[in-house]
């Protein structure tokens, strides 16, 4: 299958500092990528959908000037968690879609410690 | 009622056996449903997808869909240890391009 990438895997920071996390898709091109979050025994929760060269489309309840959404290019979109909290600690996956395949690839998902 | 339902589990079979995973959905209008699985830490990983009803079947996995009724299953054969893990229903979500609700998952246990 196709390969999505995360980068970092887990990073730890201070409140109020700022988080950027990196999406990849490796071997094809991705118009559309998607960002989830998913807390502890929780399901995944979609945050946003990003597309290339346009604004992101982000879920009812999250805050688009908290989580500021980038898709640049056809294989890299980034998320930025803007003055972090605590409560922003969580699983945070990114997902990509291959149009031949019509298929989501799911990248190996960042942890974020916000201390 | 909630976008798409899974039994939390835990669902525990004997190896070899075949495990038997539910998952309802709520809206009508979806088209393509997914079922991935989920290692404690891990990413979810892509199993089946299937579109249309009736049974597909690849190796030991077999996914059921009946759109009257909203509701997909996912069958495993010769369940081995190392199918333990979250098994999570994705549906697509209705006029949002192409995003996937899910379901919380379900808990599967694999005894030796």
């Known amino acids: 299958g196709a390969v999505v990438s995360q980068h970092p895997s887990w990073v730890i920071c201070k409140s109020g500092t700022s988080v950027k996390i990196e999406c990849r898709s490796l071997?094809?091109?991705?118009?559309?990528m998607f960002w989830y979050r998913q807390f502890p025994k929780q399901s995944l929760m979609l945050m946003a959908t990003?597309?290339?060269?346009?604004?992101?489309?982000?879920e009812q309840g999250v805050e688009k000037d908290k989580f500021l959404i980038n898709h640049a290019s056809l294989t890299l979109s980034t998320l930025t968690v803007t003055s972090a909290h605590p409560e922003d600690s969580s699983f945070y996956i990114c997902?990509?879609?291959?149009?031949?395949?019509?298929?989501?690839?799911f990248g190996p998902g960042t942890r974020l410690t916000v201390l | 009622q909630k976008e798409v339902e899974q039994n939390s589990g835990p669902l525990s079979v004997p190896e070899g056996a075949i495990a038997s995973l539910n998952c309802t959905y709520s809206?009508?209008?979806?088209?393509?449903f997914f079922w991935y699985r989920q290692y404690s830490g891990k990413s979810p990983e892509l199993i089946m997808s299937?579109?249309?009803?009736g049974d597909k079947e690849d190796g030991r996995f077999t996914a059921q869909l009946n759109k009257a009724s909203q509701y997909v299953s996912l069958l495993i054969r010769d369940s081995q240890p190392s199918d333990s893990a979250t098994y999570l229903c994705?549906?697509?979500?209705?006029?949002?391009?192409?995003?996937?609700?899910f379901g919380k998952g379900t808990s599967l246990l694999v005894t030796p």
């Open positions: 997902s990509a879609r291959d149009t031949g395949t019509d298929t989501q690839y």
């Open positions: 071997d094809f091109q991705a118009t559309t």
């Open positions: 990003s597309n290339e060269g346009s604004k992101a489309t982000y």
């Open positions: 809206d009508r209008g979806s088209q393509s």
């Open positions: 299937i579109y249309s009803n």
């Open positions: 994705a549906v697509n979500k209705i006029n949002s391009g192409y995003a996937l609700n």
